[in-house]
Structure formats: structure tokens, C-alpha cells
T-cell receptor
Framework: DTGVSQDPRHKITKRGQNVTFRCDPI?????LYWYRQTLGQGPEFLTY????????KSRLLSDRFSAERPKGSFSTLEIQRTEQGDSAMYLC?????????????FGEGSWLTVV | AQSVTQLDSQVPVFEEAPVELRCNYS??????LFWYVQYPNQGLQLLLK??????LVKGINGFEAEFNKSQTSFHLRKPSVHISDTAEYFC???????????FGAGTTVTVRA
């Protein structure tokens, strides 16, 4: 059983460029989450999908951020017109429909550095 | 809304000594509680969780935690730490039918020989 997979693991981009991260959840997990973590802080919730439906978005998710999960499997997180404040680790996670309480399994994260 | 406070930002400890990481939560409804560990430049790995039942929860790598409802705490303990336990530890809370987690700010554990 493979875990949550994220790509790329590291991305350096110039301010103003667009970046996209991909997440492949654990197979058969119907819930998928995106979190953001800055240095010295705990992860902060960004958004959540159940199958292909995006059910909740945090206020942290500005208009420059968009997430999709088109077929209820993998997901992408796109950041448009990146700013230096977007530099962080973007964590993807997934959880099954039932049987685990609210147990969420995280990927290795995608580091974004905006220069 | 629920929230988590981790009372110690840094905990230095000698190898083979015990360690306790303190976590308090705030919620108006019943909670699920979790401890995750994060090694440098990696994602989060689940150490243990409390969903219901016995208040003493055992996890991986010799860690355990005790849920105390009256004190709204979920402290993490290990009787004897190893150098490899050096990492960041996060306490997290969620509630029934709210599938996202709220995390504390983390506790950095540094184990010295």
C-alpha cells in the first residue's frame, strides 16, 4: 500500500510565475486535503475534497489559489502570480470514508520557494 | 471552533531519559486527538490517536499519550528517548463530522548524547 505521493518535492520560482503541485492520495481514500506549513508553525488547513467535490475552503485560500480533483483521484493545487509570502511547504493528505475516525495520512510535502 | 495549544516550543533531553510533551485543547464538543511527528524536510507521520475508549493510547516507536477530559489535555510521553527521536511533534484535534485537523504550533525535541 503506497502512501500519499506529492510532486514536485521542491520548487523554486520567480515572483509572479504560476506553479502547480500534484497529489496522488492513498488508493480508495475518498477524502483529500491540502494544508500549508510555514517554518516554525503547524500545518494550516487550506481545502478539502470528498471525491471530486470541493467541500470546504479556508480563508487562507486567496483568489490566486485553485485546487481541483477532477476524477476524484489525484488533485492539483495551482498558485497564480506567486508572491514571496507563498513560500511554504504544501502538504497533501487523504483519509478513507469510514473506519478510521478522522485519521488523516500525509504526504512528504512540496516545498515552494518564491524568489 | 476547536484549537490546540502546545505548551512547550522546545524540549531538550538527554538520550535514554524520559520525555513529556504537553498538549491542551479547546472544544465545545467531543474531540478526536492526534500526535504527529515530522522529521526534517519530511511530511507528517501519525504517532498515535485517541478516538474513544481507553484514555491511555499507545503508539509507534514506544510513545504513549493519555487523554484527560477534565483537564482537556492529551500529553505525549516516552520513557526512554533515542537520538533518532529528534524531530518536531504536533498535537492535532478534530471533531465528529468535521474532517479537517487543527494543529498546535509544534514542539521541537532535541535528543543529546
Amino acid at each position: 500500500d503506497t502512501g500519499v505521493s506529492q510532486d514536485p518535492r521542491h520548487k523554486i520560482t520567480k515572483r509572479g510565475q504560476n506553479v502547480t503541485f500534484r497529489c496522488d492520495p492513498i488508493s480508495e481514500h475518498n477524502r483529500l486535503y491540502w494544508y500549508r506549513q510555514t517554518l516554525g508553525q503547524g500545518p494550516e488547513f487550506l481545502t478539502y475534497f470528498q471525491n471530486e467535490a470541493q467541500l470546504e475552503k479556508s480563508r487562507l485560500l486567496s483568489d490566486r489559489f485553485s485546487a481541483e480533483r477532477p476524477k476524484g483521484s489525484f488533485s492539483t493545487l495551482e498558485i497564480q502570480r506567486t508572491e514571496q509570502g507563498d513560500s511554504a511547504m504544501y502538504l497533501c493528505a487523504s483519509s478513507p470514508r469510514t473506519g478510521s475516525g478522522n485519521t488523516i495520512y500525509f504526504g512528504e510535502g512540496s516545498w515552494l520557494t518564491v524568489v | 471552533a476547536q484549537s490546540v495549544t502546545q505548551l512547550d516550543s522546545q524540549v531538550p533531553v538527554f538520550e535514554e531519559a524520559p520525555v513529556e510533551l504537553r498538549c491542551n485543547y479547546s472544544s465545545s464538543v467531543s474531540v478526536y486527538l492526534f500526535w504527529y511527528v515530522q522529521y526534517p524536510n519530511q511530511g507528517l507521520q501519525l504517532l498515535l490517536k485517541y478516538l474513544s475508549g481507553s484514555t491511555l493510547v499507545k503508539g509507534i516507536n514506544g510513545f504513549e499519550a493519555e487523554f484527560n477530559k477534565s483537564q482537556t489535555s492529551f500529553h505525549l510521553r516516552k520513557p526512554s528517548v533515542h537520538i533518532s527521536d529528534t524531530a518536531e511533534y504536533f498535537c492535532a484535534v478534530s471533531v465528529l463530522n468535521d474532517y479537517k485537523l487543527s494543529f498546535g504550533a509544534g514542539t521541537t525535541v532535541t535528543v543529546r548524547a
